[in-house]
């Protein structure tokens, strides 16, 4: 898959994108990812992205001339625009199973401002938000969403991350997990676990998951809203 970052904040993506699964994803030619600066898709001397709003009001606007120049020199016939902004829609799994599929997104990161609407009307197939609070750019929810597709990508997880990604689809909050040892500062782990019994502590996991969700996330038990499973 081919990704495409045009951002105002390119150094802000040294580094996260250079570790882990998402660098073993770009090293092996899974993931194919550009981070592009939009200055570089302006003509005037102060290389300008940004200008008032008509009618008055505080903060500037992303202007429309550069990001049509730039989309329109970065995009082919299967490119999928997606705008970062805190009004798109909220990021979810299925959303990213959706975007692994594609075979080039060109994710457009906003500043703390927002954009001209003929950006929106006229260059994206799609607006997405990381979620429900105010950050001061659209550089780290790019991030996210280069994170959470790649990892989305035949044979981007090895195969222990994959089987544990498959036994947390049953859209529960994990269970609690240990390691050793046995006993760390008097807080013991259960003796379940340590009982060799394994339909008991298949049980227990179950029960635990459960019992998690329904505390911290009980919209997940209902199977509609479910964005961990669907
Ligand atoms: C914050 C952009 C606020 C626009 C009036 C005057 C991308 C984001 C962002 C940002 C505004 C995402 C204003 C969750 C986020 C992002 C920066 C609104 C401010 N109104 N997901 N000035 N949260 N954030 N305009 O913040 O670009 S995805």
Same mark, same amino acid.
């Given at each position: 898959m081919k990704i495409d970052v045009l951002t105002l904040f390119p150094g802000m993506f040294a580094g996260p994108l250079d570790e882990s699964i998402v660098k073993r994803a770009r090293e092996a030619g899974k993931l194919d990812l550009r981070i592009?600066?939009? !200055? %570089?898709?302006t003509h %005037? !001397?102060?290389r300008t992205? %940004?200008? !008032? #709003?008509? =009618?008055?009001? #505080?903060g500037m606007l992303l202007k429309p001339e550069p990001l049509f120049e730039a989309v329109e020199q970065l995009k082919s016939a299967t490119t999928r625009v997606i705008l970062l902004g805190p009004g798109g829609r909220k990021l979810t799994q299925a959303i990213a199973r959706e975007l692994a599929q594609q075979e080039h997104l060109l994710l457009i990161c906003g500043s703390y401002e927002g954009y001209d609407e003929r950006? !929106?009307?006229g260059l994206a197939h799609d607006e997405l938000s990381i979620g429900d609070y105010i950050l001061t750019n659209g550089a780290l929810p790019a991030m996210i969403v280069v %994170?959470?597709?790649?990892r989305l990508? #035949? =044979?981007a997880l090895g195969d222990d991350e994959s089987a544990m990604d498959e036994s947390f689809s049953h859209g529960l909050l994990e269970h609690p997990q240990y390691t050793r040892p046995a006993e760390f500062r008097g807080m013991k782990v259960p003796d379940v676990l340590l009982s060799g019994n394994h339909a008991e502590i298949g049980k227990w996991r179950r029960e635990q998951a459960l019992q998690r969700t329904r505390e911290r996330r009980p919209d997940l038990l209902d199977g509609q809203n479910n964005k961990l499973n669907q």
């Open positions: 592009l600066n939009l !200055r %570089d898709y %005037d !001397r102060h992205v %940004d200008d !008032r #709003p008509f =009618g008055g009001g #505080p950006i !929106r009307q %994170d959470c597709v790649t990508l #035949p =044979g």
